[in-house]
């Protein structure tokens, strides 16, 4: 069992781009040109490579890349009882494109009966571990789960099952404590959950979004809150969980803007995880001084370099900004890492593989120099 946990001062999200090979492996299944084993055998053999890159590239957390996933959250959400999904028709609004991920939906009450897929996905990246590298688990938030299933555009069909977003948030509380339960018992003990709601709320459309005024995205934080850490609540103290913050992530563009000054006094200060991993590589994230209200010894992930696009940052204009921060939070609770993954979703950000392992070599090359051993 190793014993590194997350985050470390050199460290990523946690998807990357997808090789053709895989590109064309999944196009060929869902056109019934091969089976579902030959595609699992694809992707065994692309995720060996990315591991191996991962290695040699000297990080310390290894991914399977989420080579297995069609996007970062939905997959993850359809191994629960009462989740359905189709090819949307219209996709979700980001910035100059529609996100054409699958609509995904409640069926009946979400629950966990079985074995979760992406327990298996983990046993599988299980054996890559050694005495230098540690498997990242990467899952939506509970938060994020309850987005889908209970913003404006969901909750008519949702109510047909839920009272109340209580009742709602009692069967994901539920679920989540047996899910985190089998990643453990799996020897999971780096947990990540992804978590777009924040980014949402501090938007300047927020109340659009969730259909309320400004004293009702209070409420609106509070329930989002407490369902996080409902979920976190009595996980095993050998397993360290932390989130990553996102405002969209889908072909280099993004869904929203806005300063984390809206949210950190309930999310930094609040939210029980070990460490936070923020976006900071544009003017949409605002300043660093948010970063004053986290936490006890919470640690923060700068996403400093951007995936969005294949220029490499300027090393020196990056350590400058990570003194910056430092103002606000001690140099020792901060680390280095890209602002999002590479491919939340299949589809990908627009940048080559040569330039994703670029921004990466970057990311070690300035934490080596900012964190000497």
């Not at 359809?78 to 996709?91: A, S």
């Amino acid at each position: 069992m190793s014993q590194l946990y997350t985050p470390f001062h050199y460290d990523f999200v946690g998807s990357f781009l997808r090789p053709e090979k895989l590109r064309k492996a999944r196009d060929q299944y869902h056109t019934g040109t091969i089976t579902r084993q030959q595609l699992t055998e694809v992707e065994d053999e692309c995720i060996r490579d990315l591991v191996r890159k991962e290695k040699e590239l000297g990080f310390h957390a290894i991914t399977d890349g989420e080579f297995r996933r069609q996007a970062w959250h939905l997959d993850f959400m359809w191994g629960f009882d009462g989740v359905g999904h189709h090819t949307t028709q219209t996709g979700l609004p980001f910035v100059g494109e529609q996100a054409m991920i699958d609509d995904t939906y409640l069926t009946g009450k979400v629950a966990l009966t079985g074995t979760h897929p992406f327990v298996e996905h983990f046993r599988f990246m299980k054996q890559f571990e050694d005495e230098n590298t540690v498997v990242k688990q990467t899952i939506p938030a509970p938060a994020q789960f309850l987005a889908q299933m209970w913003m404006p555009f969901a909750r008519s069909n949702s109510e047909k099952y839920y009272r109340s977003v209580d009742e709602l948030c009692n069967d994901l509380t539920a679920a989540y404590h047996t899910v985190i339960q089998q990643f453990y018992d799996a020897g999971c003990r780096n947990l990540q959950f992804d978590d777009c709601t924040w980014g949402m709320i501090v938007d300047p459309n927020a109340g659009n979004f969730f259909g309320t005024d400004r004293k009702g995205l209070e409420e609106v934080k509070r329930v989002h809150l407490a369902l996080n850490n409902a979920c976190l609540e009595g996980h095993p103290s050998d397993m360290v969980i932390n989130t990553h913050v996102c405002r969209g992530n889908y072909h280099s563009t993004f869904a929203n803007r806005g300063a984390y000054t809206a949210v950190s006094r309930t999310l930094f200060a609040k939210e029980n995880v070990n460490a936070f991993y923020l976006e900071f590589d544009d003017e949409r994230s605002g300043g660093f001084e948010p970063l004053a209200d986290v936490s006890g010894n919470k640690k923060v992930v700068l996403g400093l370099i951007t995936t969005k696009s294949p220029v490499l940052e300027d090393k020196e204009a990056v350590k400058e900004r990570i003194a910056a921060a430092a103002k606000y939070l001690p140099l020792e609770r901060l680390c280095l890492s890209p602002q999002c993954g590479f491919a939340s979703c299949e589809i990908g950000n627009k940048l080559t593989e040569e330039q994703q392992w670029a921004k990466l070599r970057l990311v070690k090359e300035i934490a080596e120099e900012v964190w000497p051993q």
